[in-house]
């Protein structure tokens, strides 16, 4: 007979408020097993976890179940409590009492019969549990980094500064994201290119840093410790290795396309770098835009004229595979196509309408007007701007629903940045609400303010042109008169949103995304670098709009999760993986491939049956790999298989236990 | 469809017995969020936490009726989602098996659903549990199977 006691937690009033505890402890009592229940306030406080001990001593229990908050929450804690006691720390099961009922219920009475179900399911469960064990596997001490914007260089950075080597996979030819774009960076006003371009090449430079750029990943298998990732390097057509970055292939090159880096207000070649200070600090040839490559002419004046010999037209993508022991996903953001979206802004006939990105640019020495501000249309000075936030943003109806966080500081700087450069300039800024917390974030507003600029509490309806002027219409909610700015340039603060192709990088780590497809951190508030997947760690915009500091400090968030993992020699595993009894394996093999860990093999073993040696195929299963969903078990025909933690026996009890 | 309705003489104040297998990944996530959200819904609904609903063996639903279950819902990740990768595609197939299985059995197939809800979409975890308490309520207790499995066997004979 097993020893079975009962802990229910009200949680303050929590539980307490809806569900009727001195009941449930009642109910408790006649259970099957159960030789001792109690009841707690905070069951996982220390006098709470002390309760249980001294009552595991005093009452010779041999399991218990904790009638409290999800499992999800605490069942670690129970754990590493259990293992300083004489019961091993899977002889617990949590009956969760609280998000799945006093927190969903309003009836006591029906709140309190469920939570007595639900104690009573734990009970039965509990009675077939097993004493588990965990192992180890060794830990690769390699990291991945996914996406090269500062979120990506700041964790290759800090995991490299530990002493720990990095690849850092960029799918673009250089580093740098969106960061390295921006002109000013606020509440500061220092220059991004001055503080952004450094740390490119530090990563570039960095001894334990692998940069990978035009590369993607393909394919990611294992587990944490060591997954095995294989990774695509798109073809460049220039020899890396050979390349000394001269530039004379750009200047000679005759195809000119529009420049994704200048936002699509310069031309680049068909042989590029993407912004002189590139990192790396070589070219690729863009594959589509190549005469030589996609045919159109013999051209080939690159290959000519490389000094080094270094245009190879025959290059192909190349698969590189190798094992990583932890991974940070750092893909970031791209701004909300505005223009399919808004047709009553345009949609993107009026050329002097743009993005903030496109300011950007604009403002920026480096940019294609060298940091004059300049209409795009005709090369004019702007004297009256209009900025419009929350474009795509806090917009339910045509973009997104959320708050895109940065766009109010940036919207001020930018708005900043017009009176600074424009003589005798007009600046309306229209918006919904000015957010600015953060650290000298309202001082920075309100500087924007006394320089000048005009805040129109209100969206705007539509922008049309009229004698050559950009007509915004909108509304003034303070004062409730409908206003009308004729401006020269509108700016549009647009919605981030998660960069494209971000489902195929949450499919490939098994990592879930929000309706808004933000990856999903595992816990809002506890957890919030980490994913569902053990060894895979968020930092940046990927996870939810953020400016650059937010940005940086979860990337050194992430860097020490992963420096955590790597200080290990040795990794624990789950022991609730799936378990063989060979006597019942009939060895059809259905289980290996089922699998999708490839955990499971079949091996040939020896038998006495009848008195007589037999060799029979049977499965078993890699505790390393073994992740322990459970499906070979649910697939096994003779039932030789089970899941240790989620036996057939333990979930059959709950169900017994529940249809009473 | 011409199974167990025999909704006679059904008690007003009957709440039907309602075991949901949830993934603990996705769908027992989003049951979570849903308590920290304080969102509502019937009281009649019960969930056994299961690593992935690709655990979930098609012997725990039949035992669940035949213990006199009267609704059972799986939940798991989207499809792609899964995070065992695969695990939701089994659910899939064993899911449309297993209805016409019940089925021929003599049990409403509407008493068995499986439905796809991830850790952050905790409205639809509250809407999909309303909805599928609704339904088998409007179905009446799931009587026939679970009666004919007492009468031929007995409880204690399994
Ligand atoms: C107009 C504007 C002005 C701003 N001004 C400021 C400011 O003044 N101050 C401030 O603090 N913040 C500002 N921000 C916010 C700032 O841009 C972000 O906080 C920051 O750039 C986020 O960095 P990140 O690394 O997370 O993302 P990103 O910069 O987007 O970097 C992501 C990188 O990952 C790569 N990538 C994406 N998908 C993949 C893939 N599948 N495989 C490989 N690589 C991939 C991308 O190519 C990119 O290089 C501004 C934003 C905008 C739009």
């Known amino acids: 007979m097993s020893r079975t006691g009962v802990f229910i937690c009200h949680c303050g009033t929590n539980i307490a408020a809806v569900v009727d505890i001195a009941k449930v402890v009642e109910k408790a009592k006649s259970m099957p097993n159960v030789v001792y229940v109690e009841d707690n306030k905070y069951t996982c406080s220390e006098p709470g976890q002390q309760a249980i001990k001294d009552a595991i001593v005093k009452h010779k229990l041999d399991r218990i179940v904790i009638g409290s908050c999800s499992p999800r929450m605490h069942e670690p804690t129970f754990r590493k409590m259990l293992a300083s006691t004489e019961i091993n720390p899977y002889m617990l099961e949590i009956a969760n009492l609280r998000e799945q009922c006093s927190w969903v219920h309003t009836d006591r009475e029906k709140a309190t019969d469920k939570a007595i179900d639900l104690v009573r399911m734990a009970v039965a469960k509990v009675a077939k549990n097993h004493a588990l064990f965990t192992s180890s596997i060794p830990v690769t001490k390699r990291a991945l980094v996914v996406g090269g914007g500062i979120a990506g260089i700041q964790a290759a950075l800090d995991i490299a500064d530990a002493g720990y080597p990095v690849t850092l996979v960029e799918r673009e030819p250089s580093l740098g994201g969106k960061m390295v774009m921006l002109d000013k960076t606020f509440p500061t006003m220092d220059c991004s290119a001055c503080i952004c371009t450094p740390k490119m090449v530090d990563a570039g430079q960095h001894p334990n840093i692998t940069v990978m750029t035009s590369c993607e990943v393909e394919k990611v298998s294992g587990y944490i410790g060591n997954f095995e990732v294989t990774i695509r390097q798109k073809a460049t057509y220039v020899d890396h290795s050979v390349c000394t970055g001269c530039g004379i292939c750009e200047l000679k090159c005759p195809s000119k396309v529009t420049s994704e880096f200048e936002q699509g207000m310069a031309q680049r070649r068909a042989i590029y770098k993407p912004f002189p200070q590139a990192v790396p600090a070589k070219p690729v040839i863009d594959a589509a835009n190549c005469r030589k490559l996609n045919g159109k002419a013999k051209c080939g004046i690159c290959q000519t004229q490389c000094p080094q010999g270094c245009i190879n037209f025959e290059d192909e993508d190349k698969l590189i595979t190798n094992t990583y022991g932890a991974i940070v996903i750092a893909t970031g953001y791209e701004l909300i ?5 808004y047709g009553e802004y345009g949609g993107g ?12 640019r604009l403002v920026n020495a480096s940019g294609p007007t060298e940091g004059h501000i300049l209409r795009p249309s005709d090369g004019k000075e702007p004297k009256s701007v209009v900025i419009v936030k929350c474009v795509g943003s806090r917009d339910p109806n045509k973009g997104k629903g959320y708050c895109s966080r940065a766009c109010c500081m940036y919207a001020a700087k930018h708005a900043h940045q017009v009176l600074e450069k424009i003589d005798n ?3 309306y800024v229209f918006y919904i609400d000015v957010r600015t917390a953060g650290k000298a974030y309202e001082e920075f507003y309100t500087r924007t303010l006394e320089d000048g600029a005009i805040y129109v509490r209100g969206r705007v309806s539509k922008i049309y042109e009229e004698d050559g002027k950009l007509i915004c219409k909108g509304e003034d909610t303070l004062s409730g008169q409908t206003v009308s700015v004729a401006a020269d340039m509108v700016v549009l603060e647009t919605a981030m949103v998660p960069a494209a192709g971000v489902e195929k990088v949450a499919t490939l780590m098994t990592i879930s995304r929000d309706n808004d497809n933000w990856l999903q951190e595992a816990h809002p508030k506890l957890r919030p670098v980490e994913t569902h997947t053990a060894g895979v760690f968020l930092a940046g915009v990927c996870q939810g709009p953020k400016d650059i500091p937010d940005t940086v400090a979860q990337a050194s968030a992430s860097a020490a999760k992963v420096c955590g993992i790597f200080s290990k020699a040795e990794l624990q595993t789950n022991p609730m993986i ?7 394996c009939s060895g059809c093999g259905d289980c290996a491939g089922i699998c999708p860990y490839k955990a499971i093999s079949m091996q040939d073993m020896e038998f006495i049956e009848h008195g007589k040696k037999i060799t029979r195929r049977v499965s078993t299963v890699n505790s390393g790999l073994c992740q322990g969903c459970g499906a070979c078990v649910a697939g096994c025909r003779p039932g030789a298989i089970d899941l240790l933690g989620f036996t057939n026996a333990q979930i059959l009890e709950e169900v017994d236990a529940l249809c009473l | ?8 003489n059904v008690d007003p104040n009957w709440e039907p017995k309602i075991l949901s297998f949830s993934c603990n990944w996705c769908t027992y996530a989003g049951a979570d969020l849903a308590g920290l959200n304080r969102m509502k819904y019937p009281e009649n609904v019960r969930v056994i936490r299961v690593p992935c609903s690709g655990r979930v063996n098609p012997q725990f639903v039949l035992r669940a009726f035949q213990k006199g279950s009267d609704g059972v819902l799986v939940c798991g990740c989207h499809p792609g ?5 695969t695990g939701n595609y089994f659910t899939r197939r064993r899911f449309l098996l297993m209805q016409r299985f019940l089925e021929y059995n003599g049990i409403d197939p509407r008493r068995f659903q ?16 309303t909805k599928v308490s609704n339904d088998i309520k409007a179905l009446g207790p799931n009587k026939k199977f679970q009666e004919s499995w007492y009468k031929e066997r007995g409880e204690s004979n399994e």
């Not at chain 1, 799936?578 to 019942?584: F, L, N, P």
């Not at chain 2, 499986?114 to 549990?129: H, N, Q």
Request: aromatic share 10%.
């Open chain 1, 425 to 427: 300039a007009q600046c």
């Open chain 2, 114 to 129: 499986a439905r796809w809800i991830s850790g952050a979409e905790a409205g639809k975890f509250r809407d999909t549990v």
């Open chain 1, 337 to 341: 196509d505005w223009k399919s979206i």
């Open chain 2, 1 to 8: 469809m011409s199974v167990d309705v025999e909704k006679k």
């Open chain 1, 578 to 584: 799936s378990k063989v009894d060979i006597e019942k």
């Open chain 2, 81 to 85: 989602d899964c995070h065992y990768v």
């Open chain 1, 349 to 360: 006939q009026y050329p002097d309408v743009i993005n903030g990105l496109q300011f950007e």
